[in-house]
């Protein structure tokens, strides 16, 4: 099944301590990013690649880093995560042009104490 | 500049009634494309439909319609005979050219009553 995964699903964790957040696609997409999704603000992009090796940053990319080192994964890393940054996590990837629909993970809900 | 606007934060109807959620769109490319999405009570972002700039027929499936009207930079999605599974959040979204990203409003919460 033509899938983007997503884990964990849930996670609490306190102010300082260093977590990531992975992000798998099985349809051999070159384009992938992460959002993030506020009440009241929508989703906002916070960094996407283009294809391996190649990140950039979205609308919001403080307090993240990312690496696209395969093709299939690519994780969102929070070395100092701060309570503004509890928030619900998204992971995308299209097939290729800017036009092609995103295809979305499941979702990560962050709490960050 | 690009924006998406949903003007309506909440909207609550009871099940058979018809309901329009509205989009509002700034962008200066020629070339650009207009998505909806849904997100139910679980999560999930489910794609709906894509427009692009160039064709403004309106777009019917099922019980769901689309009306694309780029005078009013509008795109706005209307449910008839709304049921109790289309509560969701409902986010429209656009993409031009000149960015690597989806833009997308601040969603429109739909609750449909029994």
């Known amino acids: 099944e033509a899938q983007v995964t997503q884990n964990p699903r849930y996670l609490i964790t306190v102010t300082g301590k260093k977590l990531t957040v992975t992000c798998s696609q099985n349809?051999?997409?070159?384009?992938m990013s992460w959002y993030r999704q506020d009440p009241g603000l929508g989703l906002r992009q916070i960094y996407y690649?283009?294809?391996?090796?190649?990140?950039d940053k979205g609308d919001v990319p403080e307090g993240y880093k990312v690496s696209r080192k395969e093709k299939r994964n690519f994780p969102l890393i929070l070395e100092s995560p701060s309570p503004n940054q509890t928030s619900l996590y998204f992971c995308?990837?299209?097939?290729?042009?800017?036009?092609?629909?995103?295809?979305f993970g499941n979702g990560t809900r962050l709490t960050v104490t | 500049a690009q924006k998406v606007t949903q003007a309506q934060t909440e909207i609550s109807v009871v099940e058979k009634e018809d309901v329009t959620l509205d989009c509002v769109y700034e962008?200066?490319?020629?070339?650009?494309?207009l998505f909806w999405y849904k997100q139910p009570p679980s999560g999930e972002l489910v794609f709906l439909i894509r427009?692009?700039?160039?064709?403004?027929q309106n777009e019917i499936s099922g019980r769901y319609s689309w009306n694309f009207q780029k005078s009013t930079s509008s795109f706005n999605f209307t449910i008839t005979a709304s049921q109790v599974v289309d509560s969701a959040v409902y986010f429209c979204a656009l993409a031009g050219g000149a960015t690597n990203k989806l833009i997308f409003g601040t969603g429109t919460l739909l609750a449909v009553q029994p």
């Open positions: 995308a990837s299209r097939v290729g042009p800017y036009y092609s629909p995103l295809h």
């Open positions: 690649s283009m294809n391996v090796e190649v990140t």
């Open positions: 962008t200066r490319d020629t070339t650009y494309y």
């Open positions: 349809m051999n997409h070159e384009y």
């Open positions: 427009r692009n700039s160039f064709d403004e």
